[in-house]
Each structure stands twice: as structure tokens, then as C-alpha cells.
């Protein structure tokens, strides 16, 4: 029987060639995609049940049918794009991104990047967020916005410029009812998402997730006062950044020197850095996550980049030619891309601080092989499903060419979020990649796709190498 569904906020991940490029289609259009190898990532991407000579029907803007050929009929007058020979894929989704100028909106359509998820911060700062959005790109992905929710703050007010125990000690908690109010007013507002802060309590976060899935919204989180295993059993959406989540495994003492002063000192680091990733505190942390619903987004590329593991310089990439290094945070050197904070140091501190990146990169790779899900779309109800129930999404598709084995071999992890510009503020970015590139060791290859815009009449044949129309033109 044919599956009919829609492409939701999704994602796949695999090594795509130069010849990639995103379908979007405009509204009161049939398109067929005819004969891709559909590839399945439901079940977080650990599911192999691609469709060989497929078949996707879009009409309006959404997928309403997916199959075999042998079980889709197309529909006359539908634009047919051959896609024989090559892999389809939903639009990407970056997790926990930033879209700070129209440049920032075209580089993301150009790397097949379809639908975006921004943090936002208050204009007074603090937390990991955005400040400047262009909210209205054209071209642009899709963009979800995030809100800061904190343990003290009606507003979602940073209080991070005072020392913590002072905080803890004077400050007064918002009570629960506070708390679901501010989550609704969020989701009334438009906000997709809310970002648990570093003070928030335990109890605090067990009723942010509660209320934030009532109202279909995604609770990530961040946490410090809040530890991490507590806010994995509360059911939270999604923990970023894999330099915070894996705080889980430092010892007490660390973390609560960390509770009082979020920037008092690197020995969080240095404490992961010297836990083996066979251990069983990293063994109970891999279970506990393989048992929920919590999803782990690393920014491993930005890592690999900032660090210097063994990458190819992001400026090298065809769509780094739309991004100014002016709007990025402390990006590398376009020439030999090494981060100015690398290359500032000695050269032994410089050892240290790749092997202690090669290092949190391992449990990663351990964490996913225990069962861990990578996931980089920011909603408390996915599935990791590609295709889901119809609904009003748009449909954006990526069309590639790659080896069977290259694929397979890109089924781990499932998905890797990837920040194109890192956080403003409160975040340690030492460099960071111009585009939204997963060029990770554990992805093993560089999903660096050449993305264009099949954007067509009805009734007119398109083909992969000879498109209608490129949505971004490269000069």
C-alpha cells in the first residue's frame, strides 16, 4: 500500500555529491519525483527501509503520496522530475541555528537546509541565543523561533552578571503558575520552542515540560542548578551543545563549582576530558538516553572546525562565498582556517586542547552506540520520521547522488544538528564554520551539497542535471 504523508519538520543524513538540490515547490503545483532510492530515517535514522524507483507526489505543497512505482499512480499534468539514479531526502533542519542576514537564509538553501530553529536571547543579552533574526528572508528556510525560559524571570531575564549563590539567596523563584503562564504567552506569541536555562530548578523543570508539550512546543534545555540525568527523566525535547550535555559526566563537585559561577573556570572541561568513554558513567548516561525521548545536539562540526580535527576549511565550501566573515562569530581564517584562539596558543596547550576535542567527539560516537538519539529538529512530538502524518508543511526535498556504501555508512550518528554562527553570548565559540556543513569524523564525509530550486510549470519535465531554475545563483 502506498504511505501517505507529508514531509514535517524533518531531516536524513548522508554523503550527498555537488549535484544535490532542493525541490521547493510553489502552491497549486503537482510535481512527481520519479525513481530516487527514497531513504527511510524513521526511527531516528536507524531504519533501512529505503524505497529503490520511487515515486513522491506533491500537490499544493505537500506530499501527499509516497511508494514504489509500481504503486503510484501519477497524475496527469504533473511536473515530473527524473530523479533515476540519484537519493532523496527531506530538507535538512538546523536544531539550534542563527539566520542573522539574507545571506545567512541563502547559504542555508544552498546546503539544503530547508527549515531553521533560532534561539532568541532579551536585548540585554546573556543565555544561548540570537539577537538579530531576519524574520522575513526571501528566499529563506522555514524559521521556528525559541524563547529563554528561566527559574526567576517572568521576561526569561539573564541573570548571569551576578554570582549565582547571590541569586539563589535573594532572588525569588516563579512559582508554577508563573511558569505556565510564561510558556503560554511564548506559545501564543508564535515561539516553537523554549530554551531551560541554567537556573532552573528540578521541580521548575518538570512544569516547563509539561506545559511546553501541552501547547506542542519544544522544551530544550541547558541546565546547571538542574542536573542533567533529572532533566533527561522530565522528558526534555533536546540538550544542546555536547560541550554542556556531556557536564553530565563530570563529578559533583565540578558541577556545583559550576552552579555557582557559569564561568569561573575550564575545569568542567578538563574533567571530561580525563573520563575514558568505555566507563560506566558514560555506559549509565548512553542507557538512560537510548530509554527516552531526549535528543542530543552536538556542534560537532563547529568543534572540529574551531579545533582543528583534521577538516577541510569551511571557507572552501561553494556557499561560503555568500557569507561575510563580519557577520559570524570569531570565524576562522579564510586562508588556512585555523581559529584565532588556536592559533594563539602554545604548542603544547594546543595538543591539549585537540585531544581533549578528539576526546568529547568519542563519547559522542560511544553515546550513540549506546542507543542515544542525534536529532537536530527542535519539536517535543517528532518521531525522527521523515514522513509523518499530512499536514500543512511545506514540501522540501534533497536530491542526491551517493554510493550504497557511502550512505550506509552515513546512518551514524542519525542526525547531527550543526550551528551555521554559534551563540552571541554565553557561549565559549572559539571559531566557527561559515556554512551549516556536517563535517564531523563520527558523519565521516562532508555533506557539502550544491543546492538549487526545481521551481517548474505544470506539465514541464525537469531532470536532475538539467533543473528548471536555480533558487541561488552562484557567480
Request: net charge neutral.
Amino acid at each position: 500500500m502506498p504511505r501517505n504523508r507529508a514531509v514535517a519538520v524533518a531531516f536524513a543524513v548522508l554523503a550527498v555529491s555537488a549535484t544535490a538540490q532542493v525541490i521547493v515547490t510553489q502552491q497549486h503545483e503537482k510535481i512527481a519525483i520519479v525513481g530516487a532510492t527514497l531513504i527511510d530515517v524513521n526511527n531516528y535514522g536507524h531504519s533501512t527501509n529505503d524505497i529503490a524507483a520511487s515515486v513522491v507526489l506533491i500537490d499544493d505543497g505537500k506530499v501527499v503520496a509516497v511508494g514504489s512505482a509500481t504503486q503510484i499512480t501519477i497524475p496527469p499534468g504533473s511536473t515530473r522530475i527524473d530523479a533515476h539514479g540519484e537519493f532523496l531526502v527531506p530538507g535538512l533542519v538546523d536544531g539550534f541555528g542563527a539566520l542573522r542576514t539574507q545571506a545567512f537564509a541563502n547559504a542555508y538553501l544552498y546546503e539544503g537546509v530547508t527549515t531553521v530553529y533560532v534561539p532568541t536571547i532579551l536585548p540585554n543579552g546573556g543565555g544561548d541565543g540570537e539577537l538579530k533574526i531576519v524574520r522575513n528572508a526571501s528566499p529563506g528556510p522555514r524559521l521556528f523561533l525559541g524563547a529563554p525560559m528561566t527559574g526567576y524571570s517572568e521576561q526569561g531575564a539573564d541573570p548571569s552578571d551576578k554570582p549565582m549563590l547571590d541569586h539563589r539567596l535573594h532572588d525569588r523563584r516563579l512559582s508554577n503558575e508563573q511558569l505556565i503562564a510564561r510558556v503560554d504567552q511564548l506559545a501564543d506569541q508564535g515561539f516553537r520552542g523554549v530554551t531551560i536555562s541554567y537556573d532552573v530548578w528540578p521541580d521548575q523543570v518538570d512544569v516547563i515540560v509539561a506545559e511546553s508539550k501541552r501547547r506542542d512546543m519544544a522544551a530544550l534545555a541547558e541546565p546547571a542548578f538542574t542536573p542533567y540525568p533529572y532533566a533527561i527523566h522530565a522528558g526534555v525535547s533536546g540538550l544542546p551543545r555536547n560541550d554542556h550535555y556531556l557536564l553530565a559526566l563530570a563529578p559533583p563537585a565540578v558541577l556545583l563549582e559550576r552552579a555557582d559561577n557559569l564561568t569561573a573556570s575550564s575545569a568542567p572541561s578538563r574533567a571530561i576530558c580525563m573520563i575514558d568513554p568505555a566507563s560506566s558513567g558514560v555506559a549509565d548516561l548512553g542507557a538512560q538516553l537510548a530509554k527516552s525521548n531526549t535528543a542530543l545536539m552536538p556542534t560537532l562540526s563547529m568543534e572540529a572546525t574551531a579545533d582543528a580535527l583534521d577538516v577541510p576549511n569551511p571557507w572552501s565550501a561553494r556557499s561560503a562565498a555568500l557569507i561575510k566573515a563580519a557577520d559570524l562569530d570569531d570565524p576562522v581564517n579564510p586562508s588556512t582556517g585555523e581559529s584565532a584562539f588556536l592559533a594563539s596558543l602554545t604548542t603544547e596547550r594546543r595538543k591539549r586542547v585537540r585531544d581533549c576535542a578528539w576526546h568529547k567527539e568519542a563519547f559522542d560516537a560511544r553515546l550513540y552506540q549506546l542507543g542515544a538519539k542525534y536529532q537536530p529538529e527542535a519539536r517535543p512530538r517528532a518521531t525522527g520520521s521523515c514522513l509523518a502524518a499530512v499536514s500543512t508543511s511545506n514540501s522540501h526535498c534533497c536530491i542526491g547522488s551517493a554510493s550504497r556504501r557511502a550512505r550506509r555508512s552515513q546512518r551514524q550518528p542519525a542526525t547531527l544538528p550543526i550551528s551555521m554562527a554559534g551563540a552571541t553570548s554565553g557561549a565559549s565559540n572559539r571559531g566557527v564554520s561559515p556554512t551549516s556543513l556536517s563535517s564531523t569524523p563520527i558523519l565521516g564525509a562532508i555533506l557539502q551539497p550544491w543546492i538549487t530550486s526545481i521551481e517548474s510549470s505544470s506539465g514541464v519535465s525537469c531532470s536532475i542535471g538539467n533543473p528548471c531554475s536555480k533558487h541561488v545563483t552562484m557567480n
